[in-house]
């Protein structure tokens, strides 16, 4: 069974980092293409940055120079590195793993980041 599982969410003050872990299990992880996506209160959800299985990344415009995506194949981890957080941030975060062989997606169950003073 694939099964991808977020962790690293919390509360953080603005200006403050957090480092979201997405696991892959059950899976070849490097053929996925990896992405962070987000949804805030009565928004839709939306992509924050992308990686593919050769480590290619592409970033939504309100993060680029403060998030960074990264995998380890190895451990069949993606990380997402969110350095100078503003409440605009918050919201449930997920991975999906979108497979490269069968183009099937996997979603994680999501993980909470609440930007907050």
């Known amino acids: 069974q694939v099964q991808f599982v977020e962790s690293g969410g919390g509360l953080v003050q603005p200006g403050g980092s957090l480092r979201l872990s997405c696991a892959a299990s059950?899976?070849?992880?490097?053929?996925?293409?990896m992405g962070w996506y987000r949804q805030a209160p009565g928004k839709q959800r939306e992509l924050v940055a992308n990686?593919?299985?050769?480590?290619?990344?592409t970033y939504v415009d309100s993060v680029k120079g403060r998030f960074t995506i990264s995998r380890d194949n190895a451990k069949n981890l993606v990380y997402l590195q969110m350095n100078s957080l503003k409440p605009e941030d918050t919201a449930v975060y997920y991975c999906?793993?979108?497979?490269?062989?069968?183009?099937?997606?996997?979603w994680g169950q999501g993980t909470q980041v609440t930007v907050s003073s």
């Open positions: 059950g899976t070849y992880f490097s053929v996925y293409t």
């Open positions: 999906k793993g979108h497979s490269e062989l069968t183009w099937n997606d996997y």
């Open positions: 990686i593919t299985n050769d480590g290619r990344t």
